[in-house]
């Protein structure tokens, strides 16, 4: 079974920073990774997606994400962070075959300040 | 992007009747539907998950007979918390995705229970 991790719970920042997620899995076959994003009040929105080909993905709003299969990491990076995008993320993988359910990490809570 | 709808969106119940949340796929087939369970300030626990036409696989420790699952359809999985209790209130989350190669899932808005 997989296992994911998020080292960061509740994250700070001002508007202009940049931001940094840590993600990391445990799985020893194939996977799709996946960012998810819940803003206050909404339900689960992809950011990203990784599945084959570039480890650097981009995805919506400016968010990126690399995926370093050595060390088993998918971090999610934004050299900027505005103010709407306090909200909480979600790291996820599934294996590449069978049922693919999701296994999302803890999450971690992005404040950011004006 | 593909649109899954959950009905109802809250639903308050007393403490030993069923509720019977719905979730659709609203513009593509989905043979594959997985319902996740959230506490607050928690992540997504699958629950289970639902290919229609089959029976439901259930993760360790959800209880089969507790929660029902139904996929009758390509478009509707139901999710029914028989005798719910207390501690039965969270937030239910399901997800669809298409058949083949589709790696993509598509989240529902999700239902907020209450049990009284």
């Known amino acids: 079974a997989q296992s994911v991790s998020q080292h960061n719970h509740h994250v700070i920042l001002s508007e202009a920073a940049s931001l940094e997620l840590g993600c990391n899995y445990s799985?020893?076959?194939?996977?799709?990774l996946f960012w998810y994003v819940q803003y206050p009040g909404q339900h689960l929105q992809l950011l990203l997606k990784y599945f084959s080909g570039d480890p650097l993905v981009k995805g919506i709003k400016g968010f990126e994400a690399e995926f370093i299969k050595s060390k088993f990491s998918f971090n999610l990076r934004k050299p900027s962070v505005q103010w709407s995008d306090t909200a909480e993320y979600f790291c996820a993988v599934n294996a590449a075959t069978g049922r693919r359910a999701l296994t999302f990490g803890s999450g971690t809570r992005l404040q950011v300040q004006p | 992007g593909a649109v899954v709808s959950q009905h109802p969106s809250r639903v308050i119940c007393k403490s030993g009747t069923s509720v019977k949340i719905e979730c659709r796929s609203l513009?593509?087939?989905?043979?594959?539907m997985f319902w996740y369970r959230q506490f607050p300030k928690q992540s997504l626990m699958l629950m289970a998950t639902?290919?229609?036409?089959?029976?439901?696989?259930?993760e360790q420790g959800v209880e089969k007979d507790k929660f029902l699952i139904n996929h009758a359809s390509l478009t509707l999985s139901t999710l029914t918390v028989t005798s719910a209790h207390p501690e039965d209130s969270s937030f239910y989350i399901c997800?669809?995705?298409?058949?083949?190669?589709?790696?993509?899932?598509?989240f529902g808005p999700g239902t907020r229970l209450t049990v009284t």
């Open positions: 799985y020893g076959g194939t996977v799709n």
């Open positions: 997800s669809a995705r298409g058949g083949g190669s589709s790696y993509e899932q598509y």
């Open positions: 513009d593509f087939q989905a043979t594959t």
């Open positions: 639902s290919n229609e036409g089959s029976k439901a696989t259930y």
